[in-house]
């Protein structure tokens, strides 16, 4: 129906309009003739009750005169005066039956007295609504009656009968005449409440008709002024836009100019595609070296940003570094530099892998690794987290749960906790004194987290570059918040990766904001991981296709005394991995290219090798196909700085058995050579 109003011409449209105007206008004039036609028959079907009282009383009358004459014209009188009450009893039971003989019933109302004309409304009126409550207890009312004069009948018999059979006695006659009096006014009762439910119906059912009247009517003024004023708006609108457009046009704004809807396909349709068309063919030819030249602008401003944010850590460490080589240090401040050091080197590593996330959403290669998880137990730690850094800021933290959720959800658990952390700091980095909430719960299909913070809020006119990769609010080089710029479009990739998103709900300008991360509410899944596929290369063993999930859990002083060749061309590196591996008890070996390391992993047993992938001489993927090939059958850890799914899929495919990432996260080594080691 859309579609089809869409392609009408301005002139069938207005056609249309009053085509519907007619039509209800009509439909108006229905119902006022029914309402008439209703109310009469209602009223001439309680007219009969005039005819069934008066014949009724006038039996009666004939019936007491035969009684006290014995005089059989009065007995046939009274018989002539019953005919109206039974033809309308006839056609009452017949119009009862499922299929009722309908010459019977007319020819039953014709004996009633009811007029010609009104016999087939009446039949209608009693067919269609004799379940109605006035018409359901007139008809009750009516029953009831007959069954009187069924008793006026059989007590008339009975008079005959004396009459023939040798004449009543005076004692008798008195009884006869009391009995037909009581029937009388029993009868009488009985209509007169026939009549007054009757009048009763008509009134209420008059009242109704005048209501739907009045709402007829009010329907036909409302949608003919509703109709009116929509096309008219609609008009107006469509003209307005393309008067603006023209005149963007002609003054040149075309980057700034949005397209002219197009909301229909008659001839301001047809006019609004022609001027898009020509916007866009100007913009093209025209502005496309602008929006280079402001893209380039942008993302020159965002590097210099990045390398602010980049350096600024790196000159802590080095600073802190330099302190620490103090030997007349004291050991209370060598330890409280050291955790600086930690601390912004964790920083620095949250920074890049920021920037390699948005690598990987933008190549279209962002992992997603989904599994059942505690949602409770996730927010519980993002609540322990978070809460230092919120006390830092004078800020009240606030996890909430909003329904009753189920505590296991289906989707990527890291992911999530990445996406509620960069809300999380944004929220409390711009809010002091204040208040942040996490609310999370269940709407529809759906879990919902929203993050609300009482913070500064966002200027109206930065809404729209909220989620930019290359936009900051405030990019200058005197901004008060420091920060990549990435978190938000970040949060927002990885939820759509997620089949889910990342929206501001509200911002008010120093009141605060709110986010929302909505994701599928799905459960009781089994574990799905989008993570490398394992390969199997040339010579590598059944049981080391692929990568294993080490158990944090493990008892990591089981791999005391195993015997580890280290194998990096950088010494700092194969330092650092000695130390950490030499707190566990551990035999390190080393090897400083991957030649080195094919000779000394063929020459002596290791129970384990850690192998740096990018290294002068032979790489750390040529070392390990080389091991593979040779039969070398003992696990093969790849140490890489590349985090990208492709590198990692490389990694397997040369041999390895699993991979870490640097900068080497001291748990995750003890963990990863733990699962190899330890049968």
């Excluded at 397209?259 to 396909?265: C, D, E, F, G, M």
């Excluded at 699993?658 to 996260?665: Q, S």
Aim: charged share 25%; proline share 2%.
């Amino acid at each position: 129906m859309l579609t089809f109003w869409r392609n009408l011409s301005v002139a069938k449209k207005l056609y249309t309009v009053v085509g519907v105007m007619a039509f209800l206008v009509a439909l108006e004039l229905l119902t006022l003739l029914f309402a008439m036609s209703t109310l009469s028959t209602l009223r001439a079907f309680a007219s009969g009750e005039s005819t069934w009282s008066k014949a009724q009383k006038s039996s009666i009358h004939s019936l007491h005169l035969y009684i006290l004459t014995q005089d059989e014209k009065y007995y046939q009188a009274f018989k002539s005066y019953l005919i109206p009450v039974m033809g309308d009893r006839r056609s009452r039971q017949e119009l009862m039956k499922p299929n009722f003989n309908r010459d019977v019933v007319v020819q039953g109302f014709r004996e009633g007295g009811v007029a010609e004309t009104d016999i087939p409304r009446v039949i209608t009126l009693i067919t269609r609504f004799h379940n109605a409550p006035y018409l359901r207890d007139a008809i009750q009312y009516w029953n009831e009656s007959d069954a009187k004069i069924d008793t006026l009948i059989a007590s008339a018999e009975k008079v005959r009968e004396k009459v023939n059979s040798g004449g009543i006695s005076r004692q008798e006659a008195d009884r006869f005449l009391a009995e037909t009096s009581e029937i009388n006014n029993q009868a009488t009762v009985l209509a007169e409440a026939f009549s007054r439910v009757l009048g009763e119906g008509s009134r209420w059912l008059e009242n109704m008709l005048m209501m739907g009247l009045f709402f007829a009517v009010l329907t036909v003024e409302s949608t003919g002024l509703i109709l009116t004023i929509a096309f008219n708006r609609n008009l107006s609108r469509s003209l307005g836009e393309i008067n603006q457009a023209a005149k963007n046009l002609g003054e040149g704004n075309l980057s700034t100019s949005p397209l002219i809807p197009v909301r229909s396909n008659d001839e301001l349709g047809q006019l609004a595609m022609t001027l898009n068309k020509m916007s866009m063919d100007l913009e093209k030819n025209i502005g496309q070296r602008v929006r280079a030249e402001n893209a380039s602008q942008v993302k020159t401003l965002f590097l210099a940003n990045m390398s602010h944010e980049i350096r600024t850590p790196l000159g802590v460490i080095i600073g802190m570094t330099e302190i620490i080589k103090d030997p007349n240090l004291p050991e209370s401040e060598r330890m409280k530099y050291i955790k600086i050091i930690e601390s912004t080197g964790k920083n620095l590593t949250g920074i890049i892998n920021d920037i390699l996330d948005i690598t990987k959403v933008e190549s279209g290669h962002l992992q997603i690794q989904r599994s059942n998880f505690d949602l409770d137990e996730l927010l519980t730690e993002v609540a322990d987290m978070m809460k230092m850094k919120a006390d830092e800021q004078r800020n009240r933290f606030e996890v909430i749960k909003d329904s009753n959720l189920s505590a296991e959800v289906f989707t990527d658990r890291n992911r999530l906790q990445q996406i509620l952390i960069n809300l999380v700091n944004n929220a409390i980095k711009f809010t002091q004194d204040g208040v942040v909430q996490v609310r999370y719960g269940k709407q529809n299909n759906s879990i919902y987290f929203d993050v609300i913070d009482s913070g500064i809020g966002i200027p109206e006119e930065s809404k729209k570059d909220l989620f930019q990769a290359f936009a900051q609010i405030d990019s200058s080089t005197t901004r008060k918040y420091e920060g990549t710029g990435l978190g938000l479009v970040l949060s927002k990739k990885i939820a759509q990766a997620m089949n889910g998103d990342v929206i501001l709900l509200s911002s008010t300008l120093g009141k605060g904001s709110t986010f929302r991360v909505v994701l599928s509410a799905a459960s009781n899944g089994t574990i799905e991981s989008t993570s490398m596929a394992s390969k199997s290369a040339a010579g590598l063993p059944s049981g080391f296709a692929g990568a294993s999930t080490p158990s944090n859990s493990a008892d990591q002083k089981q791999i005391e005394g195993k015997r580890i060749l280290i194998v990096d061309d950088s010494s700092d590196n194969r330092l650092l991995i000695e130390l950490y591996l030499k707190k566990k008890g551990v035999i390190s070996d080393f090897a400083d290219n991957g030649a080195v390391a094919v000779e000394k992993a063929l020459a002596n047993s290791y129970d384990i090798i850690l192998m740096d992938m990018q290294m002068p001489v032979m790489d750390g993927y040529t070392a390990t196909k080389t091991l593979r090939e040779k039969g070398f059958t003992k696990p093969i850890i790849a140490l890489t700085a590349h985090a990208m799914a492709e590198d990692r899929n490389r990694c397997l495919e040369a041999g390895c058995n699993d991979y870490l990432t640097k900068p080497v996260d001291s748990l995750k080594l003890y963990s990863t050579v733990h699962s190899y080691v330890v049968s």
